[in-house]
């Protein structure tokens, strides 16, 4: 079984910065593909972005290209979104997701969740 905890969401201003971490309680943490995904009020849960179980390849939603880096530690089990130049419409309930070896962008193919976690970018 797998277990995702989230941290690092809060209230920030427009153009400001912001680091989500998951940490995950899991054995071979290392076999996980691992993406974060964001739900605003009213809306589907969407793709922000990827990273493969080893690390060396990373997806991105074309809305965050340039703004959000995704990296992963498998010595630590943790996954982290970096974001920066936040918007606004950013502002969303963001998931940290793993699914087993195939990376995929969909929100349908990975299995295990956290809680989420609250962005509010202010204007």
């Known amino acids: 079984q797998v277990q995702l905890v989230e941290s690092g969401g809060g209230l920030v201003q427009a153009e400001g910065s912001l680091r989500l971490s998951c940490a995950a309680s899991?054995?071979?943490?290392?076999?996980?593909?691992m993406g974060w995904f964001c739900q605003a009020p009213g809306k589907e849960r969407e793709f922000v972005a990827a990273?493969?179980?080893?690390?060396?390849?990373?997806y991105y939603a074309d809305s965050v290209k340039g703004r959000c880096t995704i990296s992963r530690d498998n010595a630590k089990n943790t996954v982290s979104l970096q974001m920066s130049s936040l918007k606004p419409e950013d502002t969303a309930v963001y998931y940290c997701?793993?699914?087993?070896?195939?990376?995929?962008?969909?929100?349908?193919?990975?299995?295990?969740w956290g809680q989420g976690t609250q962005v509010t970018v202010s204007s």
């Open positions: 997701a793993g699914r087993y070896a195939v990376t995929s962008t969909m929100a349908r193919e990975y299995a295990y």
């Open positions: 899991v054995r071979s943490f290392s076999s996980y593909v």
């Open positions: 990273v493969s179980s080893g690390g060396g390849r990373t």
